[in-house]
């Protein structure tokens, strides 16, 4: 009879790797905000913390390894641009980034969605050119190349929806 091998521990792994599944998470995006275009949504059940089971949205981006599961902060953000009909977002750009939210009594790491703003249109001003240079490609989590947004909207806070202005506040 073979002995059994002896686990050999390892001094420095990546921890989450172990935890690894098929939606993306906070720590893929290594602190970064990505352009991102949808090419599928679909429905799917997941089963929380708790054992409830709940329907969400998962949104496969193009080029990317995992998907992103929608919470409902997110789908808000994207059906008030594109619709609330999931076939509308196919082929439209989101952008994807690392926050944090309340989670209870703690503050937990998230993803956040919003939509590009549009580039501000060139004015026309003889001599000057009429077009921004290019922008160098950006690179999805997976480390594949992707459209990179216009250099002036990774500085650019979130776009408000109506939400943002639901308050208590008469005024």
Same mark, same amino acid.
């Given at each position: 009879?073979?002995?059994?091998?002896?686990?050999?521990?390892?001094?420095?792994?990546?921890?989450?790797?172990?935890?690894?599944?098929?939606?993306?998470?906070?720590?893929?995006?290594?602190?970064?905000?990505y352009t991102a275009i949808i090419v599928a949504v679909e429905r799917v059940e997941v089963t929380g913390q708790d054992g409830s089971v709940k329907a969400k949205?998962?949104?496969?981006?193009?080029?990317w390894p995992k998907k992103l599961l929608s919470n409902k902060t997110n789908f808000e953000t994207v059906a008030a641009a594109y619709g609330?009909?999931?076939?509308?977002?196919?082929?439209?750009?989101?952008?994807?980034?690392?926050?944090?939210?309340?989670m209870g009594p703690r503050t937990v790491a998230c993803i956040r969605v919003r939509v590009p703003r549009p580039a501000a249109p060139a004015a026309a001003v003889p001599g000057m050119p009429?077009? *921004?240079? &290019?922008? =160098? #490609?950006? +690179?999805?989590?997976?480390?594949?190349? *992707?459209? &990179?947004? =216009? #250099?002036? +909207?990774?500085m650019l806070p979130p776009l408000m929806t109506a939400a943002d202005f639901a308050d208590d506040i008469p005024y």
């Open positions: 009879m073979n002995a059994p091998v002896p686990f050999a521990p390892q001094a420095n792994f990546d921890v989450g790797a172990l935890y690894a599944g098929q939606y993306l998470t906070a720590e893929d995006l290594g602190g970064s905000t949205a998962a949104i496969t981006l193009q080029g609330r009909q999931s076939a509308g977002w196919i082929g439209k750009p989101i952008e994807v980034f690392p926050a944090t939210t309340p009429t077009s *921004a240079p &290019a922008a =160098p #490609a950006a +690179v999805v989590p997976n480390g594949a190349p *992707a459209a &990179a947004p =216009p #250099a002036q +909207v990774a």
